[in-house]
């Protein structure tokens, strides 16, 4: 059974910042991709980053050049750094198991976590 598991979310004032993590259980960690993904109040969930097998990453251009993606597989985890945060970043964030090793555009998601808040006060 396929368990994914975050932490580090929080509060924090806006310009901070705030590092996500993701460990994953019950299956080969390294053979798949993962990505990030988060629902404000109110709002349908929506893709934040993704990275592949082979550690390519790709990014929704509302986080670009802000938050970074990466992957420890001797630690079967993988992170979201979230740096300049905004107020409008405020919402739970999820991390999501893909069913491929490579990510497109509307990629299966196989695992959803159970959700971590960050809050960014102005």
């Known amino acids: 059974q396929v368990q994914l598991v975050e932490s580090g979310g929080g509060l924090v004032q806006a310009g901070g910042s705030l590092r996500l993590s993701c460990a994953s259980s019950?299956?080969?960690?390294?053979?798949?991709?993962m990505g990030w993904f988060r629902q404000a109040p109110g709002k349908e969930r929506e893709f934040v980053a993704a990275i592949t097998r082979g550690s390519n990453t790709y990014y929704s251009d509302s986080v670009k050049g802000r938050f970074t993606i990466s992957r420890d597989n001797a630690k079967n985890t993988v992170y979201l750094q979230l740096n300049s945060l905004k107020p409008e970043d405020t919402a739970v964030y999820y991390c999501?198991?893909?069913?491929?090793?490579?990510?497109?555009?509307?990629?299966?998601?196989?695992?959803w976590g159970q959700g971590t808040q960050v809050t960014v006060s102005s």
């Open positions: 019950g299956r080969t960690f390294s053979n798949y991709a």
């Open positions: 999501a198991g893909y069913v491929l090793s490579i990510y497109v555009r509307g990629s299966s998601v196989g695992f």
